[in-house]
C-alpha cells in the first residue's frame, strides 16, 4: 500500500471525484498561491473554482487566528475569526448552504485551523456567550482528507472491503 501511495503518478479525475462524492456532500479543495487563493468546490454533479484576492497580512491572520485558539484568547478570537471567515468561507457560502457535510483538502497554513470554528456569518466582538455563535459545525459535518486521490482510494478500499465481507472495524 505504501509503495502504492508513494509511487503512483495518476491523478485522478474531476469525474472520478465526483462519483465518490454523495449527493448530501460538499468536497472544499483549497490552493494557496502567491497573490490569491483558490477554492474549488466540488459535489456529485457541479464544480466552481473561486479566486479569493490573498491579503498581504494572510500569513499573520492564519497565525493570530491558531493562537487565538491554542492561548483562548478570547478578545481576539471573534475579530480573527470573523477575517479568516470572509476569506475562506463567505465567498463559497452560496455553492455550499444547501449540503450537509463538507470534506475539506486545506493547503500551506490551513492544514493549522480548526474550520469547524468558522463562522457562517460575522460575529459581534462584544459577544460573551460563545456558545451561540455561528460556527460551520452547527450547520455541516466537516472531514478532512489530505488529496482528492487519497480520498478516491480510501472511497475504493472501503467498498472492497464492504463487499468481501471483511469490516475495518473490531
Do not use: R, W
Not at 494572510?58 to 477575517?83: L, V
Not at 452560496?94 to 463538507?102: A, M, R
Request: proline share 4%; glycine share 2%.
Amino acid at each position: 500500500a505504501y509503495y502504492k501511495l508513494k509511487y503512483k503518478t495518476k491523478i485522478s479525475t474531476l469525474e472520478q471525484t465526483q462519483k465518490v462524492l454523495p449527493t448530501n456532500t460538499m468536497l472544499i479543495n483549497y490552493f494557496v498561491g502567491d497573490k490569491s487563493i483558490y477554492i474549488a468546490t466540488i459535489s456529485s454533479n457541479n464544480f466552481y473554482i473561486t479566486m479569493v484576492s490573498k491579503p498581504d497580512d494572510y500569513n499573520q491572520s492564519i497565525n493570530d487566528f491558531y493562537s487565538s485558539i491554542k492561548k483562548a484568547e478570547t478578545n481576539n478570537f471573534i475579530s480573527s475569526c470573523n477575517k479568516i471567515s470572509d476569506i475562506l468561507y463567505s465567498p463559497i457560502s452560496p455553492f455550499i448552504s444547501k449540503f450537509e457535510n463538507l470534506e475539506i483538502i486545506p493547503d500551506d497554513l490551513l492544514y493549522k485551523i480548526p474550520f469547524e470554528v468558522l463562522f457562517t456569518e460575522s460575529q459581534s466582538s462584544e459577544t460573551k456567550n460563545f456558545s451561540n455563535l455561528n460556527y460551520l459545525i452547527n450547520k455541516f459535518n466537516i472531514k478532512y482528507h489530505y488529496s482528492a486521490n487519497l480520498l478516491i482510494s480510501s472511497q475504493i478500499d472501503e467498498s472492497m472491503t464492504e463487499s468481501k465481507g471483511y469490516s475495518k472495524n473490531f
